[in-house]
């Protein structure tokens, strides 16, 4: 493929990276916001080109070596849900944008040890970076099967990484505020991390199931070479320690490294979030993991004899195999491996670079004298100027130290330098005792180690001819500290964190630290307890003004924005908003708000230029945090207690709610009693006396005031016995006779009496029979009366040839009956009140029918005596009542009954 046409594929590539993050940020729908694998897919920045190209060279020369990469962050990513969630929430409450600001303000806040974990981190991740073009270019190379040009200008390569540049300080800029999500970022790399996996995973199959005939054909082909045994076995304890070791470093760095801290702590949106991750981002690097063997040793079948760089494999297989969609599919791969390795490590570095260096060192008078919108203005373009200048330096590294350097050796020098900062980073979360000084002395032993034992030899002694003999007579004095069994990278990473540990500990535990220490060290420790009011558990006490600490704010954030989070404040703590002087809480609330955009550091240089603060003792800040302690645990018991009341309260309320409903049910019930009653009674009334007073009245109309004397009599005898039937159903006086019945036996037997009226409206009457078996337990006697309510209230509803039909059927255990009819609508808000006693003489909405009014109240009371359920639907045609009996339940009553 020519130079030119893969350069516009990469062109196309990151404008579809572009796109993804101008969508991302355009709609900030809840698919980008709040979307729990958006954020576990971010994660995996950590596959980097170490992991795309690196480990299969690895897998190929070294065997198991490669797994240690994956298997470290496997093994302690469980423990995220317990580490990250407090990390998390010690960031959020302290509006922490970097990992400098998180261990800085853990000791102090102090500004120079802000800059020292700034230079650590650009002395480990410039030649990671480094890496990350160094792959690029070379793979470049490869696809277009062109020479490396030592000249920039002419090197593709070189504009790949401007126009990686170009994005990352776009959209890294966008927020001055450094604590403020980026979602356009983000959105990129979870896609970036989607396709280097899919491609990879394509890559694997082909090589699997095109070039070979499975997986079983490789493995017993690659078993004929001679150092295969040994080199997929742990090789006695010296192998299995080496592994051990390499598993503890990587573990480290998916804690400490930046670009991980930015994407796991600064990016996450919901603490819940993480839990998805322990799950979903070990799946990730196990697809990944899987693919790694059989591409090595594959490449290593096909190109064995050939002077080839196995850290290739997966572009120069497809390659041999003339195979230029999957070449390029997997180049870009490897790309997205790399730009998104490259993207957010430049943005975290230039945010540390920008907070922790630039501005505390050399801008902050500056920007003390400026408005908002010029600082806005220098610290956007400070930060965008830091990326460029990262990426300068990585190329240039690339170019000048790691150019005949392989991708492995790189990265574990990179993560044993980064992980001199973890005795600072654990210890800031676990240990109170740790010390600013304890933390500076153990880091710079650590490093010193690390730079005679892993960095000299590697960058310096490969490429630098002077004084090579003498430097490499002077490393022979330190063979004294070799450990048998233990490879180099092994052996640094042993003493620079055993030195790096004692040290800590021993100067931490004989040198007391200052106040502010021991005050962070308690809110880490226990941010559990000071989540809600971070503010109470900040120390201070002196003299300041709120005008004053105003007029600093308004410099960085604006007037609007500045008196808005005032108007928060005052509200959140119930202040006057006319009070004059600062307290503690409004101190660390201010410095809050300015960390975001110009670090922890500076944030509290600034504050502390308008204020005067008292020095206070180790003992009084003891006692201050002990009293606080005691307040949150008071506070803890009296917002128990107020809860408790308060469920008392609610649930007083709630019966007295229910009395009230319940006396007016029974008057209500008392009314339509009343009202049931009277109305025939009235009409025996007005009968007798009418016979009574009138002794002309022909014989045929007697017969006719008699009849209805009779019914209404018979009328008033149905509704009597339906209140004592439903009194009796109510209190449980009605025991059922449970016993196996034919249910559409009982349905016939239901449906006989009602014929005649059926065909009086020229009703057409219909039954649909779903049921595999027609035997089942029930109360009979009680059942044909639930049909005939049901039935008999349908066909008051029904218009003339109308349609009432019985569908039967058995599902989940239970047996279901629905009965339509085609009868007019039932009001939405009244579905559950038609079961209520008398409730049709009280709807307005429907023709008062003959009848108690109590048919639809009995049959929910014999339906929740078989334990089942009732309800009333409304459909375009009609009504459907549906009833449904468990059969396990009644079983269960039938049981209860006969041991009665």
């Keep these: 493929m020519s130079s030119f046409a893969l350069f516009i594929v990469v062109s196309l590539y990151l404008a579809l990276l572009f796109l993804a993050a101008y969508l991302a940020e355009k709609k900030r729908s809840k698919l980008w916001i709040n979307n729990p694998y958006i954020y576990s897919l971010s994660l995996a920045v950590y596959c980097s080109a170490w992991t795309y190209y690196g480990s299969i060279g ?26 990250n969630t407090r990390i998390i929430r010690i960031a959020r409450i302290n ?20 800059a020292i974990i700034t230079l650590v981190c650009l002395l480990a991740i410039v030649p990671y970076i480094g890496l990350q073009i160094k792959a690029i270019s070379e793979s470049f190379h490869l696809v277009t099967q062109t020479p490396s040009s030592s000249n920039i200008l002419t090197d593709n390569a070189t504009f790949v990484v401007v126009l990686i540049a170009l994005f990352s300080s776009y959209y890294g800029t966008r927020y001055v505020d450094a604590s403020e999500k980026r979602l356009g970022i983000i959105s990129a790399i979870a896609l970036e991390s989607f396709l280097k996996l899919f491609f990879i995973v394509i890559l694997g199959l082909f090589v699997i199931y095109f070039v070979f005939d499975g997986f079983s054909d490789i493995y017993e082909k690659a078993s004929k070479f001679p150092d295969f045994k040994r080199k997929n076995t742990f090789n006695g304890i010296e192998g299995a320690l080496n592994w051990m070791i390499l598993c503890i470093i990587s573990a480290t760095a998916i804690c400490i490294l930046p670009r991980q801290f930015h994407t796991a702590i600064v990016e996450n949106r919901q603490e ?46 497809p390659q041999y195999f003339n195979n230029t969609w999957i070449t390029v599919l997997v180049f870009l791969g490897g790309l ?13 570095l230039s945010i540390m670079l920008s907070n922790n260096l630039v501005i505390p060192y050399g801008l902050l008078g500056k920007l003390k004298s400026k408005n908002e919108i010029q600082n806005t203005r220098n610290i956007t373009n400070i930060r965008k100027i830091s990326i460029f200048a990262l990426v300068i330096m990585a190329f240039a590294f690339y170019k000048y130290f790691i150019l005949k350097t ?16 973890a005795p600072a980073f654990f210890g800031a979360l676990f240990w109170r005792r740790g010390s600013y000084k304890g933390v500076v002395a153990g880091l710079l032993a650590g490093l010193t180690i690390c730079y005679f034992g892993l960095i000299i030899p590697q960058y310096y002694f490969s490429y630098t001819q002077e004084f090579k003999g003498v430097l490499r007579e002077m490393y022979t004095y330190f063979d004294f500290f070799s450990i048998p069994y233990l490879s180099r990278i092994s052996q640094i990473f042993f003493w620079s964190i055993l030195v790096n540990i004692s040290i800590f500990t021993i100067v931490s535990v004989s040198m007391k630290g200052d106040y502010r220490e021991r005050n962070f060290a308690e809110l880490y420790v226990d941010i559990d307890k000071y989540i809600q009011n971070p503010e109470n558990a900040f120390i201070w006490r002196g003299t300041a003004y709120v005008s004053d600490i105003k007029n600093i704010l308004e410099r960085f954030l604006g007037k609007d924005k500045t008196e808005q989070a005032m108007r928060i404040f005052n509200l959140k703590y119930n202040i006057d908003s006319e009070t004059e002087t600062a307290d503690s809480r409004f101190i660390k609330f201010s410095e809050n708000l300015l960390a975001g955009r110009i670090g922890t550091a500076s944030a509290k240089i600034l504050i502390e230029g308008v204020t005067k603060e008292d020095k206070i003792s180790l003992k009084e800040v003891l006692n201050i945090l002990e009293e606080s302690k005691e307040n949150i645990s008071l506070n803890k018991k009296l917002t128990e207690q107020s809860e408790e009341l308060k469920q008392l309260s609610d649930d007083l309320r709630k019966a007295n709610e229910n009395l009230i409903i319940k006396d007016r049910q029974k008057d209500d019930f008392l009314d339509s009693v009343a009202h049931e009653l009277r109305t025939p009674i009235t009409a025996i009334r007005s009968a007798g006396e009418i016979l009574a007073d009138d002794d002309d009245i022909p014989i045929e ?33 009605i025991a059922l006779n449970i016993q196996p019945n034919n249910i559409i036996g009982t349905y016939k037997k239901a449906i006989n009496p009602l014929l005649h009226l059926i065909q009086q409206k020229n009703i057409h009457l219909s039954e649909v029979n779903l049921l595999n078996r027609d035997i089942f337990e029930y109360d009979e006697a009680r059942m044909i009366q639930l049909f005939q309510n049901i039935i008999g209230n349908a066909l008051k509803f029904t218009d003339e040839q109308g349609t009432i039909q019985t569908k039967l059927l058995e599902k989940n255990n239970k047996l279901t009956i629905k009965i339509f009819n085609t009868g ?29 009014g109590l048919g639809l109240a009995i049959s929910k009371k014999i339906v929740q005596a078989h334990h089942g359920k009732i309800k009333a639907e409304n459909s375009e045609l009609g009504v459907t009542f549906t009833i449904s009996i468990p059969e396990e339940e009644i079983t269960g009553i039938k049981n209860e009954v006969e041991h009665a």
């Design 58 to 83: 690895v897998a190929a020369q070294s065997g198991l070596d490669y797994l240690p990469i994956y298997i470290g962050p496997i093994m302690i990513i469980p423990a995220w849900i317990f580490i």
């Design 95 to 114: 509006k922490i944008s970097s990992l400098s600001d998180f261990i800085s303000l853990r000791y102090g806040n102090s500004r120079s040890l802000s």
């Design 272 to 317: 819940k979030h993480v839990k998805t991750a322990i799950w979903f981002f070990p799946l990730y690097l196990l697809i990944f993991t899987i693919f790694i063997f059989p591409i090595a040793w594959g490449g290593r079948l096909i190109f064995d004899g050939e002077k080839v760089n196995p850290e290739f494999y997966s572009i120069l297989i």
């Design 336 to 348: 997205s491996s790399c730009i998104s390795m490259i993207i957010i490590s430049s943005i975290t």
């Design 406 to 421: 392989s991708l492995d050796s790189v990265g574990l020098i990179s993560f044993v330098v980064i992980a001199q900062l």
């Design 701 to 733: 109309i007697k017969k006719d005031f008699l009849n209805n004397i009779i019914t209404e009599s018979d009328r008033l005898s149905e509704i009597i016995n339906d209140i004592l039937y439903l009194d009796k159903l109510e209190h449980g006086e």
């Design 824 to 852: 007019k609508n039932i009001p939405e808000e009244d579905l559950d009140m038609i079961f209520n006693k008398f409730y049709q003489s009280r709807n307005q909405n429907i023709l008062k029918p003959t009848g108690s």
